[in-house]
């Protein structure tokens, strides 16, 4: 209401956190965001990007009305005219060169939204693509791949216990200024402290000294990209020292010998050639992991962005399995989310990649999609299957992905591109048609994603904070909207008539699951709840969830009523064990050592004694970052220029570089300029550069992020460099030549 203050609970939708806050709304606009003192999960934390939560939302140049591509000029039309220009681009491609001349690349907000959790996976089936990419293979696709294999299930990701661990042993992660990721959990850098308040310990290993390694018990330095050999080194020690003990995972593991013969060659000695530690350092994790009473090793960007990504993330749980600390209470444990069952029992089909491969480098296709890396070469190639057309959606792989200056490029050569995102950025500048949905303030939020991930099970549900915007348009209504376009019902199809017909089919499979229940779809519709469609699958999939009430079975059980009269959210409890039951693989066991990350051994034995690289260059991400696209709120970007090449004094002096002074930075793919910052939080032989930057390219609408552009460091990431098992881009290690660019 006009003239009234108000006070509304949301959880944050900007990382995996996910953060209750509490709003203030006055005259139907977000004046404050602060920590929602009284949340289940994050107790009031809020970090400086939740608090600009209202100046995001209410963004001056976030657009709120769909955009159509005229010349070089981007101009506002109504959602009509916006789907129809849809249709007369993208239905002759789709006739005349069929489903695979349109690809499609989800980006990391999807996870954030539940339009992206309910409404992608309809829209990828009716378009029948497989031309399908996303911010996965930059990211954590090793680590789904590590999880098919041992668990059976890509999505089956331990996550550490850092409540109850008494030693958590962090690789390649930084979550005192990234908030955590994999590993959901709200107020990280306060769970490490109160870690060590109760007498625990954490390790970091990491190339740069970060703020994580600041507060550490320890920072181990590692050479880019070498990770596997330290933990290869640990998983020796642990055999050879007879420090292997399975605890009660014994009996649900195979394979275990076999890992301890590949572990035969990497002798601490040996990895500590590899990798810069010292072998007695090695050894002391392997003992000091073994002799804890719980432990937790935990990897992130830094053990999947990497040449050996998934033998890394597959390492990591190998060295949990044998120190006993898998699936066990202070180790690294399986969450179970509300939305989600337990299954019946274990044991089911495993994991399979490569049922296709990519056109131009045959690629295999990994949880059904292609490595992004491989994008620019399935759009420039002529011949059968090209890509002509494209989709994006919360994506801006332009800054994001491996040598973007070449993507960027591609790009301008597309027949045809559309973009759901409320940003004209680096990427949607592309586009012939640019749809924006309503802004956060408007959606409702359920964390699909992260309640899976987070290191204590609960469940929050928040509805729209401020009215719909009566001209805008919600992300469920756009993605439901192209979906029918794409099954050929036309540009002004009702999204509504897909909404009930998803709904359902949802209701037709829970009455078939459970026949005895006594009710039909029918009887199940008129009980489901919830005033848009995705509060009313949300219903469902609580109520037929790990706690839900089953339709009146369990009368106490979740609903998203009973979410809805929580709006600090539902506490479940501490993670339980979840052995067998979540165990999916043929055997039904944790199989330690799957043949295709056995074979991949090989590649990196064949890496031990290969010569050092002078200069790699890795990442970096700060409190105030998100990835590329939140450069454009005023408080997240003031203050010094955060995009500086990180040097060593050492590789200062050698290289007859000065604090401040403009670099060249040259690698296989291209060259940027940033000014170099000489700082000992980087070891000598590593040079850092934060990605995300590169807001200078004509055609965008962000002024405040154009007025801060930085650049771009995937201009320098190399699309060749993959993992191969994963298809993931290594971001991280990448060699490169640094100048004075003044001399250059
Ligand atoms: N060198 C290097 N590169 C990296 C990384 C690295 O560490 N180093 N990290 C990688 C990682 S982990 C990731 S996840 C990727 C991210 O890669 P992307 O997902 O491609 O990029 P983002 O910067 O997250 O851009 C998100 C886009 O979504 C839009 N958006 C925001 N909110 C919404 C919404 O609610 N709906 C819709 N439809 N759109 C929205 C934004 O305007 C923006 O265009 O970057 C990767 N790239
Ligand atoms: N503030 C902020 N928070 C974010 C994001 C953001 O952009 N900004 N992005 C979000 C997203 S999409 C993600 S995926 C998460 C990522 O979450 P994290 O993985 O915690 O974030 P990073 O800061 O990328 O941490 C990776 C660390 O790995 C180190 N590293 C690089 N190479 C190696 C290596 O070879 N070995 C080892 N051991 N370490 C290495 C880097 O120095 C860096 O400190 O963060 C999320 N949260
Ligand atoms: S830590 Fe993440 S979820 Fe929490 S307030 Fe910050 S951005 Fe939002
Ligand atoms: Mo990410």
């Known amino acids: 209401m006009p003239g009234e203050t108000r006070t509304a609970y949301r959880t944050c939708p900007l990382c995996e956190a996910a953060c209750g806050l509490e709003l203030t709304i006055a005259d139907e606009r977000i004046v404050a965001a602060r920590g929602d003192a009284d949340h289940v999960f994050s107790r009031g934390f809020v970090c400086p990007k939740g608090a600009t939560f209202g100046q995001l939302s209410q963004d001056p140049d976030r657009l709120r009305r769909p955009l159509v591509r005229r010349g070089d000029r981007h101009v506002e039309v109504s959602w009509d005219e916006a789907y129809r220009a849809i249709e007369a681009g993208l239905g002759p491609i789709l006739r005349q060169h069929g489903p695979q001349s349109v690809a499609v690349y989800l980006g990391n907000p999807n996870v954030h ?136 995972l014994a009996g649900h593991v195979t394979g275990l010998g076999q890992v301890g013969e590949l572990a035969q060659a990497f002798t601490p000695e040996r990895a500590a050639a590899a990798c810069g530690v010292p072998a007695e350092r090695i050894r002391g994790l392997a003992r000091d992991l073994a002799a804890a009473t719980t432990a937790a090793v935990y990897g992130r960007i830094g053990t999947c962005t990497v ?3 998934t033998l890394t993330s597959w390492l990591v749980d190998v060295v949990n399995v044998l120190t006993g600390n898998l699936d066990s209470p202070g180790g690294v444990m399986f969450p179970l989310a509300a939305h989600l069952r337990p299954h019946a029992r274990s044991g089911g089909k495993g994991f399979t990649v490569g049922r296709w491969h990519s056109r131009v480098r045959g690629l295999p296709e990994v949880k059904g999609e292609f490595p992004v890396a491989t994008l620019a070469d399935e759009i420039e190639t002529p011949g059968d299957g090209q890509v002509r057309a494209f989709v994006t959606v919360a994506g801006n792989p332009v800054l994001s992905t491996p040598n973007s200056g070449r993507l960027d490029r591609a790009l301008g050569g597309l ?47 928040s509805p729209p904070v401020l009215p719909a915007d009566a001209g805008g348009m919600d992300e469920c ?145 700060h409190l105030r970052s998100n990835n590329s696209w939140m450069h454009n709120v005023p408080a997240l970007v003031k203050g010094r220029d955060r995009c500086t090449l990180q040097m060593h004094p050492v590789d200062a002096a050698r290289l007859a570089l000065a604090d401040g002074e403009d670099a060249r930075i040259a ?39 154009a007025a801060h552009p930085g650049v771009n460091s995937n201009v320098l990431t190399d699309e060749f460099a993959i993992d191969p098992l994963s298809g993931n881009s290594v971001l991280n290690g990448i060699p490169v030549e640094v100048k004075p660019a003044a001399r250059s």
Not at 158 to 186: Q, Y
Not at 188 to 216: N, S
Not at 429 to 457: C, E, I, M, Q, W
Not at 686 to 695: C, K
């Open 113 to 248: 939204t539940m339009a992206g959790g309910l409404y992608l996976s309809p829209l990828l089936r009716a378009l029948g693509s497989r031309n399908i990419f996303s911010a996965s293979t930059v990211d954590q696709m090793p680590k789904h791949v590590s999880s098919g294999y041992l668990y059976g299930s890509p999505l089956a990701i331990p996550v550490p216990d850092v409540d109850r661990t008494d030693l958590l042993l962090v690789l390649g992660a930084n979550p005192w200024e990234s908030n955590g990721s994999l590993a959901t959990a709200a107020d990280f850098p306060g769970r490490l402290k109160a870690l060590q308040a109760r007498g625990g310990r954490f390790v970091v290993v990491d190339p740069r000294r970060t703020r994580t390694a600041e507060h550490a018990d320890d920072h181990v330095a590692i050479r880019p990209g070498t990770d596997a050999f330290l933990l290869f080194g640990i998983v020796h020690t642990l055999f050879a020292e007879h420090l292997v003990d399975l605890g009660a």
């Open 307 to 309: 040449e050996f990504g």
């Open 415 to 461: 027949d045809f591109m559309v973009s759901v995102d409320p940003y004209l950025n680096e990427t949607t500048r592309h586009a012939d048609v640019v749809l924006p949905p309503t802004d956060a303030a408007r959606k409702g939020h359920y964390d699909f994603s992260f309640l899976a991930l987070a290191v204590r099970n609960f469940a929050a549900y």
């Open 477 to 621: 209504d756009i993605l439901a909207r192209l979906t029918l376009l794409v099954t050929g019902h036309g540009a002004d199809a009702d999204p509504a008539a897909l909404h009930e017909q998803m709904l359902q089919q949802t209701l037709q499979r829970v009455a078939a699951a459970a026949p005895n229940s006594g009710r039909t779809a029918e009887e199940l519709r008129a009980m489901v709840d919830g005033e848009h469609p995705a509060e009313r699958l949300l219903d469902v999939a609580l109520r037929t969830g790990a706690y839900g009430d089953g339709f009146g079975a369990r009368p106490d059980g979740l609903s998203l009523t009973r979410l809805l009269a929580h709006p600090h959210g539902v506490d479940l409890g501490p993670l339980r064990p979840r052995i067998p039951e979540v165990l999916q693989t043929p055997s039904g066991t944790v199989e330690l050592c799957p043949a295709p990350l056995a074979a991949d051994v090989e590649r990196l034995r064949g890496a031990l004694d290969r010569p050092h690289e002078d200069l790699v260059l890795i990442g970096r991400r």
């Open 667 to 705: 690698s296989r793919a291209g060259v940027v300029s940033a000014p170099v910052e000489v700082t000992d939080r980087v070891m000598p032989g590593v040079v850092s550069l934060p990605h995300g930057w590169g807001h200078d390219l004509p055609g965008t609408r962000m002024a405040v992020a």
